[in-house]
């Protein structure tokens, strides 16, 4: 769009007479059920053309929704921004601070904004002073949660982000090098302080860009950690900040050398606030093993399938240097010359990998030299040891960790569900899927939470099931496959539909 350029005004929506006096003359105001249509409505309207913007001197004013306004510096760093306390009136925002590039249209206080400004322009106004406050009482209503629901199942939350980067006027280039810059890319939202961090390196990322495109992104991702000095050469730049890191040359090497695409998966799954944290630390690991990791074997050390956490998480490359890593890595490096790149190697981190990692994620093991030299072999041993144990302990609770089950087994849609009773059957069933239920015994203990073990006709286990108590209903949860995967169709419907005769038997 050209700057300066308005969007299209929209014209001036009906103004209903007193919709409802009593709720908002009330100190306790919020806002009833019976006006979500009509709420819902105004709002359809507003999205229809979202975004208005105007520019004079050099100062550009962008409109969202007719309650937000962002005012871009004249010198395309800084965005500040205004709400809408009704009857067209605007209220600054936070004092010196600065504001998303999507703001605030993460989460849902860009929806209670807007619905108090809806409720104050169509109705008695509850004061200048009151305004936040009513805001907060939207927010807590079941009216609201109702409005919120709608919009969350519209999706119409990304794309009025995309308006609202788009209509603020930033260069495209720069705010896509801020977004390659963080490992979570477009869904995450962006400050403007990253975008003016990206700004003042724009000369430098065009060079990088033309010279080494597939640098982009760890250059980006420096810039917003703070580390990039005042080197006239930008992959000098880079080099010395990895160096920094207390990486050399051959990291720098191994960089240079590796597929981009092979970094992007383990980019998706970190939790990081910046891809440079996450390049220094793919960097290490494949340093450390010896060769260049494929992107799913980094992607599955940083968030493993099998056992908890399995979360994505911050990593750190100071971290691969202490405790069982780095035998791990070395013994894992040479395991892979063994494995096949594209047959055998998920085969291999569903089943050896997932049982090594979680042995020394829930051990934590001290590892000498000799057991470092004995290798991946050495490491499945332990780990068999480990699970033998942890059956024994398993068992001996078995008869003290027991809970009842309302429906023990039953045939759903030709699959036989059985509900798990005991400590024991927990373990056997994380034991063989390859996931957490083990960790389950004291939820069921509580009375409150079920597990349940879908399998064939033939006995042979598919998925493990959740079911839990939510005031007094029992609700299907999570059904996941072998290495904590997400089940899709048939098996959730077979575990809401055993959920069904939990409720029927209860009555």
Aim: include cysteine; hydrophobic fraction near 45%; glycine fraction near 10%.
């Amino acid at each position: 769009m050209e700057a300066g350029k308005p969007y299209r005004v929209h014209p001036a929506e009906p103004q209903p007479q007193s919709l409802f006096p009593d709720e908002v003359e009330g100190k306790g105001a919020a806002f009833p059920e019976h006006l979500v249509p009509r709420a819902w409505a105004a709002l359809a309207r507003r999205l229809k053309d979202p975004v208005r913007v105007t520019q004079r001197g050099g100062l550009r004013t962008v409109e969202v929704l007719r309650c937000f306004r962002y005012f871009v510096m004249p010198t395309v760093r800084w965005v500040h921004f205004a709400y809408a306390v009704g009857g067209g009136r605007f209220r600054a925002g936070p004092a010196g601070a600065t504001v998303f590039v999507d703001p605030p249209m993460h989460g849902d206080m860009w929806l209670a904004f807007y619905m108090a400004d809806w409720l104050v322009t169509h109705a008695p106004d509850p004061g200048h002073g009151d305004f936040d406050g009513l805001v907060s009482r939207i927010r807590r209503g079941r009216a609201f949660a109702m409005l919120l629901d709608r919009a969350d199942a519209c999706g119409i939350l990304h794309p009025l982000q995309d308006r609202v980067a788009e209509a603020l006027g930033l260069d495209s280039r720069v705010l896509s090098w801020v977004r390659q810059g963080t490992p979570r890319g477009v869904a995450l939202a962006v400050h403007s302080r990253a975008f003016t961090t990206m700004w003042r390196r724009k000369e430098s990322l065009e060079a990088v860009e033309r010279d080494c495109p597939a640098l982009v992104r760890p250059y980006a991702g420096a810039g917003l950690a703070g580390v990039l000095g005042g080197h006239a050469e930008p992959l000098r730049d880079l080099k010395l900040a990895l160096r920094a890191e207390g990486i050399g040359d051959a990291g720098w090497k191994l960089l240079l050398g590796t597929d981009p695409e092979e970094m992007r998966m383990p980019l998706a799954f970190a939790h990081n606030d910046n891809a440079f944290d996450v390049y220094a630390w793919i960097i290490r690991a494949c340093l450390l093993a010896g060769r260049v990791l494929p992107g799913v074997v980094l992607a599955r050390l940083i968030k493993p399938n099998g056992h908890e956490p399995g979360a994505a998480e911050s990593v750190s490359a100071g971290e691969l240097e202490t405790g069982f890593w780095p035998p791990f890595l070395r013994a894992l490096g040479q395991r892979l010359e063994g494995v096949d790149a594209r047959k055998g190697i998920g085969r291999f981190l569903d089943t050896e990998f997932e049982d090594v990692y979680e042995w020394l994620e829930c051990e934590r093991p001290r590892i000498d030299a000799n057991q470092a030299r004995a290798g991946w072999a050495w490491l499945l041993r332990r780990h068999g040891e480990w699970a033998a144990r942890e059956e024994a302990l398993a068992l001996v609770r078995r008869e003290s960790m027991r809970w009842r089950v309302p429906v023990r087994e039953a045939v759903v849609g030709g699959h036989r569900v059985v509900a798990l009773a005991d400590a024991y059957e927990l373990w056997e069933e994380g034991h063989a899927m390859r996931h957490c239920a083990r960790t389950w015994a004291e939820r069921c203990m509580k009375g409150q939470d079920l597990v349940l073990s879908i399998r064939n006709a033939q006995g042979a286990r598919l998925a493990t099931a959740h079911v839990g108590l939510l005031r007094g209903t029992w609700v299907a949860g999570a059904v996941r496959l072998p290495g904590n995967r997400i089940a899709t169709r048939p098996l959730p419907q077979v575990a809401a539909a055993f959920a069904a005769m939990l409720n029927a038997r209860s009555r």
